[in-house]
């Protein structure tokens, strides 16, 4: 399959955003997972995948899509829907209160593949989560699979 | 903690991590969409979850990988760190049954002065089917 020219035109598409991380985000974080070590219950450091509550952006409610689908995940893609996915993440310097992340999200490739029951459309989205230090604290490849 | 016993010396290829069994609710869900602010209706709005060919809302990918994350830190607790956590969802996690996080020690080794355990990770439904497989990679020391 041929992907259109517009799904091909948002290969490479950087976005970028910066998020101050608080005691109340790691404990909420901590709490969603249902993870009740006491280093992320009292929140001074976060669990290792706790950049995810960082990776969307803040975006109005009349500015999302109907169904609320991530904006960075609004692409133009000949498909109906999204049927799974897989992920890379690599945990680095640790994250806690206080600390300013910002978060640098790339689409890295859209590739079309047969399948058993039609074509699949992949989208592969890079998100890089950088501390006030310039440390790496997180980086994640996603891989999403639509149909 | 458990973890704090794991020393280098003392693990094995083939070493099991200590399970964790997770029942995930719709209120879990709901928290965890507020929490990382993600607003797609499919994980609180069941009606929509249905019209979109789901059996109830989706507990995220995101989630599965918190929850493997959460067996890794347990299991290694103060005596190392986790590098990578990978993993693919292949079916959908069942609400309200048991979702079990498991994992085992399938490579040891030293890398540049680093002591690096390969693990093989996965997530199994209330029927013991592998919705999640996945590997990960933790540092000791």
Redesign the interface.
Known sequence: MELPPETRAAIGTVTEHVYEVSRK?IR??A?????D?PRFRVGDIA???FC??L??E?VP?DE?RA????TELDLPLPTE?AV????????GAPVRPGDTITVRKEIEDIYAKSGRSGDLIFVVLTTTYTNQHGEQVARER??FVNR | MAGATLTWDSIEIGDRIPSLVKRPTPMQLFMFSASTWNRHLIHYNTEFAISDGLKNVAVHRALIGGFLAQMLSEWVGDAGTIVNVSWSVRGSAAINRPLTLRGEVIEKREEDGRRLLSCEIRAENHENETIAPGTALVRIG
Do not use: K, N
């Open positions: 985000d909420r974080y709490q969603a997972i249902g993870d070590d669990p290792p995948l995810h509550s990776a969307f803040d409610v999302l169904d609320g689908l991530p829907r799974g996915g897989g992920s890379s993440f690599e945990v996603g891989e």
